[in-house]
């Protein structure tokens, strides 16, 4: 999160559903079924043949949402933009919400090197954020969760093309009860729970935040 630090990054470059679903009205996603125990029914409905790569998408994406929480944390798949609303809402409360995502100027832009520009890293939230992660799915389902001890960052990045972002970065302060095994420790060759870990949000994410 330094001025003039370099890194290689491709922003929009997600395969399978998720640049291309939109929101289905709230009224109408009710009416689809959602849920394991309603699976073949979910892909009689989409036409979508069982076994199938698209299947597995959308069987992932369903437990996931399913799953079970992980150290407290308070998550909800929105099926709606009017759910997500309403999810965010509760956990932040109504004044002062503001939604951000990561913006890029130019679409499908290549792998490149981006630098961290000199007007620098502004914090948006402390603490007080929900995170919503765009879904696999045959309409737009998002992962939403309430961040707890993490904090959110607006970065302006220069491509070394001169393409410019504004990237949405999430640092999680306490990976403690994380997987030992994910990638993020991998790369940074840390242990859970010793450092914080900051990423970038792809476009099709948003962060909900109080401010």
Not at 28 to 51: C, D, H, Q, R, W
Not at 119 to 148: I, N, R, T
Request: hydrophobic share 35%.
């Amino acid at each position: 999160m330094v001025p003039g630090k370099a890194m290689n990054l491709r922003f929009n470059a997600e395969d399978g559903y998720d640049g291309k679903t939109a929101f289905l009205p709230r009224g109408e996603a009710e009416t689809v079924p959602f849920g394991s125990e309603k699976f073949s029914e979910i892909l009689n409905t989409f036409s979508v043949k069982p076994g199938s790569g698209e299947a597995e998408m959308m069987k992932k994406t369903i437990e996931e949402c399913e799953a079970k929480r992980v150290g407290g944390e308070e998550k909800y798949c929105a099926t709606s933009l009017e759910s997500m609303v309403d999810f965010s809402v509760s956990k932040l409360g109504k004044d002062h919400v503001r939604a951000v995502s990561t913006e890029v100027a130019e679409k499908n832009a290549p792998m490149q090197k981006y630098r961290i520009a000199a007007a620098g890293v502004k914090k948006l939230s402390d603490d007080k954020s929900v995170v919503c992660h765009k879904q696999k799915y045959p309409f737009a389902v998002f992962y939403c969760h309430k961040a707890m001890m993490t904090s959110v960052y607006a970065v302006p990045l220069e491509g070394e093309n001169g393409l410019r972002a504004k990237a949405v970065a999430v640092c999680h302060k306490n990976t403690s009860a994380w997987n030992p095994n994910h990638l993020a420790f991998k790369v940074l060759k840390v242990k859970p729970g010793s450092v914080p870990v900051c990423h970038f949000l792809p476009e099709t994410h948003v962060v909900w935040f109080s401010y």
